[in-house]
């Protein structure tokens, strides 16, 4: 371009895209304005501007168009770092793209082999653990409740809370394992449940109880995002399907370890002790010790594993990676007789961390809690912004995919795994309630009941000078009859309840009939000494067996399903297996219209787990290949929590109707299957994917 000067001036785009100005005659400088000016008269000074101080001049060369010098550099400035920018952007860009394909060669150079088996079986006993905390509640309820004198709505709210407690532990502590590590929000994950489990097994208060349990919830919520991640970047491309799939079958096991233990502790009254008459710990507490162990043994395990290498390097922490992967090298290779075999990956490519940096730069300055704060707040962003960062468009349409599929499973397994023991137990209840024993207008006098009274109903009846001493009365109802000089001693009842009923003369020694067993009752000089106030026991309830061998079969009919997903889930690939597992477990549910007794209901029970556990299988591995590495955690965490907010939401809609129709639940565990399978056709597939 020309000045109004006449000296001629270029510009010029160097690489990198920053601009560079050159003029014939110029300057040393380079600034074409500022050198070899014509010279000027001071009366050539416009009349405008004459008088006007220095500050307010304005530069002669506004009217004809002419930059001025100071805005010629700031354009120069900008330029460069537009230019940088885009430099850093591109190098950036080539290392986030070879840090996956180099990896990849780094971890087929370490092999599959020991360390890889050693990690497998600790990160079994954690996933053990959550499978435990799922069937813990259901067990121990049927005892709680009486032990702790817990009301119909208190007992729904145990379960929802624990529930909703899985649900906040899965979206905490996956969106946090993206940050702090895999190992260290494990290790902590595991602590807090073991922790929270014990204190709820020796709470004596339900309020305490229900507390401990939430919190224990919340605790193992977070393992199952954490340790499908954790194993997957310790695994190359053509191992991980499989093993990811022998991986779950350690819930199974949570489930059988569960059922089995429930059966042989539980029903034992006599296994327990007592401090005191405050302080008491039945079979139901040392059940939930017991169930303790396989955290117990996840976490020690844990502390002895290294933090994955992955994350590491996500984290620009090459050296403790490169320590890491050489352990796994060095490890394995010596297992299979080759110890020479020498580590050689020497320069591995790691992204910048920016954001980490800023945290360090501010954590070093202030106090104490200032450095806590900062550090943390910053954490929250980063985590914060990595859930927002789900939404971009290239992860948007198949996480929406992944949501699907992950909710419409998850609703009809849990819908129908709520189903299935109600469903048994309300045939049950109706077979007993067949069998009842109604008396009307009997006359008893002088009579002594030392048998015990099981399911019967006494209408308008007559107990004149009668005793009832060291017997049980079960399920027994007393409506509108006269107890007149009667003797209670040592009786223990279930169940059993009098309705407007007259009470005379009448003594009650030693037992546990009290007030809320008398409804609507006239006392007239009635006598308690030694009531059993409160809540007891009763550990010879059939259904509670029946319960727990039901849990039993159903946790061991997914045995086959699970080696079937492992065999061939780098065969066939993960969308076959999601999609076809869901639509042949849709299937299965028209079955249930055939199930009229509850051997029935318990067949076909094991069929649809059996057929289903597939599709859980293919969706955790596709769920973890899917999200790069600065975001499994997270993405994995919030299909978790999906997967626990279909479950509530699935066992409130199943459970009201039971009894009352079958075929709504059936329909509905229908169409969630056939949606979730469909649309898990449309997922990519990740079998030959390296994780990105």
Known sequence: MDDPYHNTVSQQVTEGGEYTYTQDGGGQDGYPYQADYPPQDEDARSDATEGADDDERMYEGEYQGVPHPDEIKEARRAARMEARRKARQAVQQEEDDNLPEQYETIMEDCGHGRF??????????????????????????????????????????LGLLVYVAMMVGALVWGGLSDKMGRRKCLIYVLTIDLVFSFLSCVSQSYGFFLFFRFCSGFG????????????????????????????????????????FTAWGIIPHYG???????????????????????????????????????????????????????????????????????????????????????????????????????????????????NIMSLS???????????????????FSY????????????????????????????????????????VN??????????????????????????????????????????????????TVFYNTDLWQEKFKDC?????????????????????????????????????????????????KIGRIRIIGGSMLVSAACTFLLLLSFS?????????LFYGTSVAAWNGLEVISVELYPSSKRGTAFGILNGICKFAAILASFIFAAFIGITKIIPIFLAFIALVCGGLVALKLPETREKILS
Not at 230 to 237: K, R
Not at 240 to 254: A, I, K, Q, T, V
Not at 395 to 410: E, K, P, T
Not at 458 to 482: C, M, P, T
């Open 116 to 157: 890889q088996w050693m990690l497998f079986f600790v990160l079994g006993l954690a996933l053990m653990a959550d499978g435990v905390d799922g069937f813990v509640v259901g067990f121990v309820l049927p005892s709680a409740e009486k032990d702790m004198c817990i009301s119909n709505s208190d007992k729904g709210l």
């Open 220 to 259: 193992i919520g977070g393992s199952i995002p954490i340790v499908y991640t954790y194993y997957a970047e310790f695994l190359q491309m053509d191992k991980r399907g499989e093993h990811l799939s022998w991986l779950c079958m350690f819930w199974m096991l949570g489930g059988l370890y569960a059922s």
């Open 271 to 385: 296994w327990g002790f007592a401090i005191g008459s405050e302080f008491q710990i039945h079979s139901w507490r040392l059940f939930i010790l017991v169930c303790l162990f396989p955290a117990l043994a996840a976490l020690v395990g844990v502390v002895f594993m290294p933090e994955s290498p992955r994350f590491l390097l996500e984290s620009a922490r090459h050296d403790e990676a490169w320590m890491i992967l050489r352990q796994v090298h060095d490890t394995n290779w010596k297992a299979k007789g080759e110890p020479e075999r020498v580590f050689t990956a020497t320069n591995i490519k790691t992204p910048e961390t920016q954001e980490d940096d800023f945290i360090e730069i501010q954590s070093d300055t202030g106090t104490a809690f200032q450095r806590w704060t900062v550090r943390h707040m910053t954490m929250l962003q980063q985590v914060m912004a």
């Open 392 to 410: 971009a468009p290239e992860l948007r349409l198949q996480g929406l995919f992944l949501f699907i599929v992950w909710f419409c499973l998850a």
């Open 414 to 453: 849990h819908g129908l795994g709520v189903w299935f023991p109600d469903m048994i137990k309300y045939m049950q209840h109706e077979e007993y309630e067949s069998e009842v024993k109604v008396f009307h207008r009997e006359r008893v006098e002088r009579f002594h009941f030392n048998f015990s009274l």
């Open 456 to 505: 019967q109903i006494h209408r308008e009846g007559e107990y004149i000078h009668d005793k009832f001493a060291n017997i049980e009365i079960k399920s027994v109802k007393f409506e509108d009859s006269l107890f007149e000089n009667c003797y209670f001693e040592d009786v223990k009842s279930t169940n059993t309840f009098f309705e407007n009923c007259t009470i005379k003369n």
């Open 522 to 570: 006239r006392m007239e000089n009635a006598t308690f000494l030694h009531p059993k106030k409160g809540c007891h026991l009763n550990f010879q309830e059939e259904n509670d067996i029946v319960i727990y061998m039901v849990s039993f079969l159903g946790s061991l009919a997914v045995l086959p399903g699970n080696i079937i997903s492992a065999l061939f889930m780098d």
């Open 598 to 606: 509850q051997g029935a209901v318990i067949c076909w029970q094991c």
